[in-house]
Every structure is written in structure tokens, then in C-alpha cells.
């Protein structure tokens, strides 16, 4: 009833527009999830189909880049976010480098692959997706402007977001190039 859609806070406060708000959630649900099997299909594809040595150096900073991820992931978890940074030999204690090798390897030959379909492609960034997908992360948030200026604004951020849709870019051209099926 409009009580509920009230307590809510959906703009109206009408059943209806809850249900307008519920049906657009579902459908960005949707959507995404689409998107995140049809690149696991094509990142599967590509990885069968080209198996390589990578160099080892590269495996090494990656599998470094995760290790300090998953340090990060685990101050945010146990409330300790403020918490001063572990040594080299803590890290290593707590959460192995040799853990992520594999990962890592996975990531650069990953990434090694994108780069160069991005060169044979001919793809350059799309910055009307990248605005776009920016826009679809901000709808999650109560304040969707804000997150919109917040993600824009910080490079780190919008460097993922701008990889992210380079990355979104080659597996489309790939589908178009192809007959890959969602399954």
C-alpha cells in the first residue's frame, strides 16, 4: 500500500511507482547478470583457445596486486580499515603471494589478450559507455549525482570503470565476430 511505499522513501509514494522502481531494479539485475555470463563465456573461450608462457615479472606484480587487494578486503571486513600497514613479512605471513600465482596468471594472459585485440579491433574507448556505465553504478546509490561526480572524478575509479568498458568492447566485437552462444 502507499504506507509501505512511503516507508520506502520511492518518490510518489504510490504502488505503482514501487512497482516501476522494483521492474527497473530487476531489469539492471538482469542485464548485468547477462553481461557477466557472456563475458565469463568469452574470457573461457579465449583462455582455452590461447595458452602461452607469460612473462614472470608481470606474474609477480599482478599476483602482488592481488595480495595487497585481498589485505585491503580484509581490514574493510574486520572494521579495521584505519589500521597501519602491514609489513612486507606480515603480508607474506598472512595471505601468501604464492596463493594468487595462479590467478595472476590468469589476469596477465587476460590482459595481454585484450591489448591486442584491442589493437587488431581498431577499438578505442567509448566514452559515451564509459558515461554510461558510471550512470548505472550511481542508480544503486541514494544520491545518484553525487556518485556520478564521485566515480568521474576519481582516477583510480574510473580508470576500472574505463577498463571495464574496454573490456566489454572487445567481447562485443568478438561476438559479433563469431558464434558464440549465451548459454
Do not use: C
Not at 530487476?26 to 583462455?47: A, T
Not at 595487497?68 to 581490514?75: L, Y
Not at 574507448?125 to 568521474?152: C, F, H, T, W
Amino acid at each position: 500500500n502507499e504506507d509501505f511505499a512511503e516507508k520506502l522513501g520511492v518518490e510518489g509514494n504510490s504502488v505503482a511507482a514501487l512497482r516501476d522502481e522494483v521492474k527497473e531494479n530487476l531489469q539492471r539485475q538482469l542485464e548485468r547478470v547477462i553481461e557477466e555470463r557472456l563475458k565469463q563465456q568469452v574470457i573461457g573461450v579465449l583462455l582455452e583457445k590461447n595458452s602461452f608462457l607469460v612473462p614472470k615479472k608481470l606474474v609477480a606484480d599482478e599476483a602482488a596486486r592481488l595480495q595487497q587487494q585481498m589485505v585491503t578486503f580484509a581490514r574493510l571486513q574486520s572494521g579495521q580499515a584505519d589500521m597501519p600497514a602491514l609489513s612486507t613479512e606480515e603480508m607474506e605471513q598472512k595471505f601468501p603471494a604464492a596463493n594468487f600465482y595462479e590467478q595472476a596468471q590468469k589476469h596477465v594472459r587476460l590482459m595481454l589478450l585484450f591489448e591486442q585485440l584491442l589493437k587488431d579491433f581498431e577499438l578505442t574507448l567509448d566514452n559515451g559507455r564509459v558515461d554510461k556505465k558510471i550512470a548505472e553504478i550511481a542508480e544503486m546509490y541514494d544520491n545518484p549525482q553525487e556518485m556520478i561526480g564521485m566515480l568521474s572524478g576519481d582516477r583510480e575509479r574510473r580508470a576500472e570503470i574505463e577498463r571495464q568498458v574496454l573490456e566489454m568492447q572487445v567481447i562485443d566485437k568478438m561476438v559479433e565476430a563469431s558464434e558464440i552462444e549465451l548459454k
